[in-house]
């Protein structure tokens, strides 16, 4: 266990700084490589209230690149293991709030919704103040039309009754597409703002095409200041840039092999 813990460690974290006064994420000079891949970015430059789909083959580097952008976070995360930065010159983000949506979605067992919601014990919350919380998640999952048009529930958000009753396994009770949906109410909606950077991977996947439509339209409208990168695989047939439609994507992050 000393040792894993010791090879986890020594990943290490991208060296990145923070610039308030910039509104977009720099990067320069980068050469790192995990397993099959191996990228190399001269330059580039990721502009607040810009969507950016990030695309390419499996293995291409896409999920390694959040990994890198992740560590730049507060809290320091470690790279994922595998990743070699063999070059990094220079990498500026707007700020160290920086958000990441994965595809693993994990909810510990025996705990109630609205803890795992806010992070916090109920029980340390005063009756005011958590009767608010409970609104604005009622609230922001019935926009998000969390149980769906085929549900049984009543109501399409979730209730103060559910948010309140102790789970086993809440995440197990829950579809792929619900799953994405506390996530995303969790880590993005409940926030008072967007965080700077946030980074979905390849989270829109188990999501039906209307609550997919639903889900773009309030990161689009509540995540103005930001910059977002989804890892997207497109359907067939389907368009990933929006051009001048008024669709989610604004660019496209091409990653090849």
Same mark, same amino acid.
């Given at each position: 266990?000393?040792?894993?813990?010791?090879?986890?460690?020594?990943?290490?974290?991208?060296?990145?700084?923070?610039?308030?006064?910039?509104?977009?994420?720099?990067?320069?000079?980068?050469?790192?490589?995990?397993?099959?891949?191996?990228?190399?970015?001269?330059?580039?430059?990721?502009?607040?209230?810009?969507?950016?789909?990030?695309?390419?083959?499996?293995?291409? =580097?896409? #999920?390694?690149?959040?990994?890198?952008?992740?560590?730049?976070?507060?809290? $320091? !995360? %470690?790279?994922? @293991?595998?990743? *070699?930065?063999?070059?990094?010159?220079?990498?500026?983000?707007?700020?160290?709030?920086?958000?990441?949506?994965?595809?693993?979605?994990?909810?510990?067992?025996?705990?109630?919704?609205?803890?795992?919601?806010?992070?916090?014990?109920?029980?340390?919350?005063?009756?005011?103040?958590?009767?608010?919380?409970?609104?604005?998640?009622?609230?922001?999952?019935?926009?998000?039309?969390?149980?769906?048009?085929?549900?049984?529930?009543?109501?399409? =958000?979730? #209730?103060?009754?559910?948010?309140?009753?102790?789970?086993?396994?809440?995440? $197990? !009770? %829950?579809?792929? @597409?619900?799953? *994405?949906?506390?996530?995303?109410?969790?880590?993005?909606?409940?926030?008072?703002?967007?965080?700077?950077?946030?980074?979905?991977?390849?989270?829109?996947?188990?999501?039906?095409?209307?609550?997919?439509?639903?889900?773009?339209?309030?990161?689009?409208?509540?995540?103005?200041?930001?910059?977002?990168?989804?890892?997207?695989?497109?359907?067939?047939?389907?368009?990933?840039?929006?051009?001048?439609?008024?669709?989610?994507?604004?660019?496209?992050?091409?990653?090849?092999?």
């Amino acid at each position: 266990l000393t040792d894993r813990l010791d090879a986890v460690r020594a990943r290490g974290a991208a060296e990145c700084s923070a610039d308030p006064s910039s509104r977009e994420v720099l990067l320069e000079g980068l050469e790192f490589e995990r397993g099959a891949s191996s990228v190399r970015i001269d330059r580039l430059v990721l502009r607040a209230g810009r969507v950016y789909a990030v695309t390419g083959a499996n293995g291409s =580097g896409k #999920s390694s690149f959040f990994g890198l952008l992740a560590g730049c976070t507060r809290r $320091g !995360t %470690l790279l994922p @293991g595998g990743l *070699v930065i063999h070059k990094l010159a220079r990498l500026v983000v707007p700020s160290h709030d920086i958000v990441e949506v994965g595809q693993q979605l994990y909810c510990p067992l025996f705990t109630k919704p609205l803890s795992w919601m806010l992070q916090r014990h109920v029980d340390d919350i005063g009756a005011q103040e958590l009767a608010v919380h409970e609104e604005r998640i009622h609230s922001i999952s019935t926009r998000l039309n969390f149980y769906g048009d085929s549900s049984t529930s009543s109501s399409a =958000g979730i #209730s103060r009754e559910e948010l309140h009753e102790e789970k086993d396994d809440w995440y $197990g !009770t %829950l579809s792929g @597409g619900q799953r *994405v949906k506390a996530e995303m109410v969790r880590k993005v909606f409940l926030r008072e703002a967007c965080p700077a950077l946030l980074l979905i991977d390849e989270a829109f996947a188990p999501l039906d095409p209307p609550s997919k439509k639903v889900v773009q339209g309030m990161l689009k409208e509540f995540c103005t200041d930001s910059v977002v990168l989804v890892i997207y695989h497109a359907d067939d047939g389907e368009v990933c840039l929006s051009g001048e439609g008024g669709g989610f994507f604004d660019e496209n992050l091409h990653f090849s092999n």
